[in-house]
């Protein structure tokens, strides 16, 4: 994977750098501070995923819509500390794909830019929040040019499902994934916005129908 760092923000890009050099998937790592930067990058034709902030100085959500018209190999992560209804309309009608904010954990930050390389959604905890409180279905946005694909759920997110369908809480799971009950309460939210459900109950049919968990589990249990 090739990562660009898209922010104005020296302190910010460095302090991405350290945190997501870490990752094996990404072999390259690159730092722009401006649109016109971004614009000259899609143009070499190679995919990357672009972490930006498209309302930092130098740049424009209109830099995004330009670099997906030249290349749209470029999967793009919005990163701002906005998080407002409007914000999100923004992004998503310019063609970002996947949308956190500047003050998530660094867990939630790697598993956006790993989500994101494999074409699926992601959204922090705080930014489905918002989405949900405003009624927003990210679906039926208008993208200027990108398509509306269907979310798959991830190989972690499949991992979460089953374990919450065997009936092991947010805690218990984190423990057993080793990760911190936040990232797994994050990995819950986007589960439950992905399948358009809102509880648990929704979890379990959804691991059931797909066979993710055999129904004998909960047809046989004692009572």
Known sequence: ?????????????????????????????VEI??????????????????????????FDINDVTAALR???GFRFIGLTFLQSPQ?????????VMSYIKKDCDL???????????KGNKFFCGKILETINKSNLDVNDIDHGVLSCDPVLMSDRENEIIILIAEGYTNDQ???????????????????LFKLGVKNTAGIVMYAVKTQLVSPNKFLFAAN
Do not use: W
């Not at 910010?12 to 750098?17: A, C, D, N």
């Not at 914000?87 to 063609?95: E, H, Q």
């Not at 867990?107 to 390389?117: F, G, N, R």
């Not at 799971?173 to 589960?191: C, D, G, P, Q």
């Open 173 to 191: 799971i984190a423990e057993m994934l080793f990760l911190s009950i936040h990232t797994v309460n994050t990995h819950r939210k986007n589960i």
């Open 33 to 58: 501070d401006n649109g016109k930067q971004l614009v000259d990058m899609a143009k070499c034709g190679d995919n990357a995923v672009v972490l930006i902030d498209y309302t930092a100085p130098g």
């Open 107 to 117: 867990q939630e930050i790697s598993d956006a830019v790993l989500e994101t390389s």
């Open 70 to 72: 030249i290349n749209q």
């Open 1 to 29: 994977m090739r990562l660009i760092l898209a922010d104005s923000n020296e302190l910010i890009r460095v302090g991405l750098k350290s945190t997501l050099s870490g990752l094996q998937e990404i072999q390259d790592i």
């Open 87 to 95: 914000t999100l309309i923004d992004a998503l009608r310019g063609g």
